[in-house]
């Protein structure tokens, strides 16, 4: 069973985070290792606040899951903090272009209330971009980090980038993976769900897991999305608008 390292917040509500990202790896039949980065305060309703876990001991802990064995894909969620960003980064370099390093730059929260800053924005683009094999931006972090040009993060370091229009309008999703010297298109169906929380955790851990077990990117990048627009598809909308949780308990086990 191949061993998913899963960086990011922890989310009291179970909605987000590493929580979401643990699922989902184990879904696709990977074994996750989840280290929590920040503690977080939010919930269905918004995001309030973050608290970094001390270095030392997310340190520590990552040292001891990689002393017990190679781990076969990374996924880094919320970081939160300009000064941790800088921090994983340099965590990750001695096994970034070994093991396939997958971010999703979170600069928002689907119920709101988060404001990133541009020192996150910067650091991102300084220290964990160099390290990605894939960045998986929506369409507002895509125009924070690079003015909504995918090829701004490759010339940073990025070996790939997948630019997600969920954000977007019209009766199609389409998410677009940029390479260096390739591209590709995912064409899905508009789901009428509304908003969902968890989405983008979901969609960047299935790709990773993915990874994990030998996928080429551009398959595990369209099987993460088809994946996920399965369970999207799954979702009705609230009548008052409010976020909704993934249905992961309603997911099965990811196909092979």
């Known amino acids: 069973m191949k061993r998913s390292l899963l960086l990011g917040g922890l989310d009291p509500s179970g909605g987000a985070g590493v929580t979401v990202d ?37 340190r520590q802990q990552l040292e001891v899951v990689l002393a017990d064995g190679p781990v076969a894909a990374v996924k880094v969620g919320y970081i939160g903090a300009a000064a941790l960003a800088a921090e994983v980064g340099r965590a990750l370099r001695d096994i970034a272009g070994s093991v396939p390093i997958v971010i999703d730059p979170v600069l928002s929260a689907t119920a709101g209330g988060m404001d990133s800053g541009a020192a996150l924005v910067r650091a991102y683009r300084e220290h964990l971009a160099p390290v990605a094999t894939l960045i998986t931006p929506n369409i507002p972090e895509l125009e924070q980090l690079a003015e909504g040009m995918p090829e701004r993060l490759l010339d940073l370091g990025a070996a790939a980038v997948l ?94």
């Open 163 to 256: 630019s997600k229009g969920g954000h977007a309008s019209g009766p199609e999703v389409v998410d677009q993976l940029a390479e260096r010297g390739a591209s590709s298109r995912f064409v899905r169906p508009r789901r009428s769900c509304g908003p969902v929380r968890g989405t983008g955790c979901a969609l960047a851990s299935a790709i990773a897991a993915r990874l994990a077990r030998d996928e080429a990117l551009r398959d595990a990048c369209q099987g993460g999305g088809d994946w996920l627009s399965g369970l999207l598809e799954q979702v009705k909308p609230r009548e008052d608008g409010a976020p909704q949780p993934l249905p992961i308990s309603r997911a099965g086990t990811a196909p092979r």
């Open 22 to 58: 643990a699922t989902v790896v184990a879904l696709h039949g990977g074994a996750p290792l989840p280290i929590a980065l920040t503690t977080t305060i939010q919930g269905a309703r918004g995001f309030e606040r973050a608290e970094p876990i001390p270095a030392a001991v997310w």
